[in-house]
């Protein structure tokens, strides 16, 4: 008995030294190496910067075939059906553009 005592003594004093040289508790410094880029991220969703370049794109792109249509002598069907396809989807490029934001924080859980 004294020999089985001993043995779970020893069994016990190696358990607790090997805790003591691997330290089994997680450390967690709260340094994340990505912290910049997700500010990053969050700033261009905040300003919107891609939505207002896509808009802006195509607003110059309604003015120049507006400006090319206006222009021809006698236009044709499928001229006038070009033309009424780019200003039709303008309408709702802006109004996807104008009802985004307040989705978004309906989805976000800010409202």
């Known amino acids: 008995m004294s020999e089985d005592a001993t043995n779970s003594e020893d069994v016990n004093l190696i358990k607790k030294k090997l805790e003591l040289d691997i330290d089994v508790t997680p450390t967690n410094k709260s340094i994340n190496p990505y912290e910049k880029w997700v500010h990053l991220a969050k700033t261009v969703d905040a300003w919107r910067i891609f939505p207002r370049i896509f808009v802006s794109v195509y607003i110059f792109l309604l003015y120049k075939v507006v400006i ?6 006698e236009p044709n069907l499928e001229q006038s059906a070009l033309v009424s396809i780019v200003v039709g989807a303008m309408a709702a490029v802006f109004g996807i553009y104008a009802g985004t ?3 978004s924080k309906k989805f ?3 409202d």
């Open 68 to 73: 090319w249509f206006m222009a021809l002598p």
């Open 101 to 103: 934001s307040g989705q």
């Open 108 to 110: 976000k859980g800010e």
